[in-house]
Structure formats: C-alpha cells, structure tokens
C-alpha cells in the first residue's frame, strides 16, 4: 500500500483546509486510518483515526468539534477536514494505515510522505 497526501498550504488562523489521503497498490478498505501531525521540535502526535469495520472514529482531545476525519473504502481515499485552525495546528501531516485500530503511531504499517500545514496569525 502506497498512501500521498494532499490539500496542505498556507492559512489564517480561523480558516479551513482538507486534507486527502489516496492509497495506490492495494484497497484501504480492511485498514484502520489515521492522521498523525508533527510540528518542528516536537513529537509525531496522534490527531484522529478511523475504525475500518465500524467507522468509529476517535481525536486528539485538541481538535475535538474541530477536525473530522472520513473515508471512503470505494474510492481508497481518506480525507481530515480541518476547521477553525489554530497557529499551533502548524505541522506536516501524515497519513497512515494499520490492521490495529490505536492512537499509538508505532502500530501503523503504512505512512504517507506527509502534506505541510502552516497556519499564521
């Protein structure tokens, strides 16, 4: 599985953006989603993810009412809309898929290349 993001740039705080993961070589549609962010100087920090079977979905208590993560198994496609975004949103954002649906980064399989977001004042 080969997962590209795409849809990162340059915003305001308080706009909008969406992210799209598209996988290529195989479906996506027995793996749980995740979106991982990581700003400079700091850890690879778990933002959402999507349970495959239920679509459950489960945020980092920060972007909670503001981002929403969705897939769409037909497409092999997964997409994080993010709202309202705050200057500490600033990170590049990967895309990952795994057969264990977790927050922990490390029990994913697959990763994206990552897409930047920069939000500024």
């Known amino acids: 599985v080969q997962l590209q993001e795409s849809g990162g740039g340059l915003v305001q705080a308080g706009d909008s953006l969406r992210l799209s993961c598209a996988a290529s070589?195989?479906?996506?549609?027995?793996?749980?989603m995740g979106w991982f962010r990581q700003a400079p100087g700091k850890e690879r920090e778990f933002v959402a993810s999507v349970n495959w079977f239920s679509s459950t979905t489960e945020y980092v208590d920060s972007v909670k009412g503001r981002f929403t993560i969705s897939r769409d198994n037909t497409k092999s496609t997964v997409h994080l809309q993010m709202n309202n975004l705050k200057i500490e949103d600033t990170a590049i954002y990967f895309c990952s898929a795994g057969k264990i649906w977790t927050r922990d980064g490390a029990r994913y399989v697959y990763w994206g290349q990552g897409t930047l977001v920069t939000v500024s004042s």
């Open positions: 070589g195989s479906t996506l549609r027995t793996y749980h």
